[in-house]
């Protein structure tokens, strides 16, 4: 296994759309792999294969306390989604920052698993958020573009500062 980059905003490349996976082969289960041991070490809840420069959809997230419930979700969609909550999001591509997002409260999700075999998720509270937010990746967004400009500018302004400063 191996600890992959992850890009950091305002990189173009956080905005590329991923591609759907065609087959869940050898490479795609290495991904898998390192993308959870790159979340892991982070650490984070969450990491979508957009973060680590390869744009296939491919996410991965732990929200457990043990962080021994990997969940994997290959080619996901969104089938159903109600009510609203908002929650003070954080990314690994945007360090330091953390800001109140308001997403769908409880959503179905349709996917692929690590092994290939599609599977449907019911998800409400925190792993809904992060399901949202990991898939908003795969479609080249990244939260803080939920945000005003003026914030939006300011983040990028931060962010650039810090990248100067290193
Ligand atoms: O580690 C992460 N924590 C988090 C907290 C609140 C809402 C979303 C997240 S996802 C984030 C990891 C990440 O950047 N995934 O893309
Ligand atoms: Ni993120």
């Known amino acids: 296994m191996a600890i992959l980059d992850i890009l950091n905003y305002p990189d173009p490349r956080?905005?590329?759309?991923?591609?759907?996976?065609?087959?869940?082969?050898?490479?795609?289960?290495?991904?898998?792999?390192?993308?959870?041991?790159?979340?892991?070490?982070?650490?984070g809840i969450g990491l979508a294969a957009?973060?680590?420069?390869?744009?296939?959809?491919?996410?991965?997230i732990d929200t457990s306390e043990d962080k021994r419930d990997l969940k994997v979700f290959i080619n996901p969609r969104i089938v159903n989604a109600c009510g609203k909550q908002q929650y003070e999001e954080g990314c690994l591509s945007v360090p330091g920052v953390y800001e109140t997002v308001t997403r769908a409260e409880s959503i179905t999700v349709e996917a692929l698993g690590h092994d290939g075999q599609p599977f449907t998720l019911d998800a409400e509270g925190l792993l809904a958020v992060c399901i949202q937010h990991e898939m908003d990746h795969l479609l080249g967004k990244v939260f803080v573009e939920y945000l005003s400009p003026l914030k939006q500018s300011?983040?990028?302004n931060k962010m650039k500062k810090r990248q100067r400063d290193r």
Do not use: S
């Not at 590329?16 to 490479?27: E, G, H, L, S, W």
């Not at 959870?36 to 982070?42: L, V």
């Not at 957009?50 to 991965?60: A, G, K, L, M, Y």
């Open 14 to 43: 956080l905005h590329t759309v991923a591609a759907p996976v065609k087959t869940v082969d050898a490479r795609i289960r290495r991904l898998v792999d390192d993308m959870a041991e790159t979340m892991y070490a982070a650490p």
């Open 154 to 156: 300011r983040i990028k």
């Open 50 to 60: 957009t973060q680590v420069n390869v744009h296939e959809q491919v996410i991965v």
